[in-house]
Structures are given as C-alpha cells and as structure tokens.
Nanobody, 126 residues
Framework: VQLQASGGGLVQAGDSLRVSCAAS????????VGWFRQAPGKEREFVAS????????SSADSVKGRFFVYRDNAQNTVYLRMNNLKPEDTAVYLC????????????????????WGQGTQVTVSS
C-alpha cells in the first residue's frame, strides 16, 4: 500500500486543522493506520492510530481530547482532525500503515509499521 499525507499548513494557536492520508492499492480496510509526528531536533513520536474498520483508535496523552482520527475506507483515506492547536504541535506529520489481523490499535512504535507516506508540515504560531 502507498500512502500520501496532505493538508498541512500554517495556523494560529487555538485553530483547527485536518490532515489526510490517502492510500492506493487494494484492501485498504485490512490495514491499521497510524499518525506520527517529528519536530525539528526531536525524535519521531506516535500521535494516533485507528483500526482497520475505524471502530477503535488510540492516541497519545499529549493530544488526547484535542486530536481525533477517523477513516473512510470507501475513499481509502484516514483523517486526523486537530483541534485547539498549540505551538508545540508544530511538526511534520506522517502516516503509516501495517497489515492488521485484528482490531487492536496498540501499535505505538515506528517499527510496528511497514508502510510510510511522506509527511505534511503543520506549523502553529503563537
């Protein structure tokens, strides 16, 4: 599966933004999808993940209650809705996927994912 993230941009603190991850290839609903982010000089960190059906998701404590992940398998797309953005959310946001045999979403490490898309830059000004 090939992934392409888009939708990033420059926003102000408190604004909302939605980034998308479009997938190509068949059977997208067999893949769990995760979002990661990487800020300059920092390690890549887990943001959120969503099960292959979209029925369950996980998110990092730093974004819990502000970021929401959902998917439209008919459109082969996963979305990350980011509300109440903060300057510390500034990063390149990347989506990744792994073939999933269950509905679990407890995959938080980069090495848990086999497929990666290019990132989209999100910049939050104060």
């Amino acid at each position: 599966v090939q992934l392409q993230a888009s939708g990033g941009g420059l926003v102000q603190a408190g604004d909302s933004l939605r980034v998308s991850c479009a997938a190509s290839g068949r059977a997208f609903n067999n893949y769990l999808v995760g979002w990661f982010r990487q800020a300059p000089g920092k390690e890549r960190e887990f943001v959120a993940s969503i099960s292959r059906s979209g029925s369950s998701s996980s998110s990092a404590d730093s974004v819990k209650g502000r970021f929401f992940v959902y998917r439209d398998n008919a459109q082969n797309t996963v979305y990350l809705r980011m509300n109440n953005l903060k300057p510390e959310d500034t990063a390149v946001y990347l989506c990744a996927a792994r073939f999933a045999r269950s509905s679990g979403t407890d995959y938080y490490k980069e090495t848990d994912y086999n497929y990666w898309g290019q990132g989209t830059q999100v910049t939050v000004s104060s």
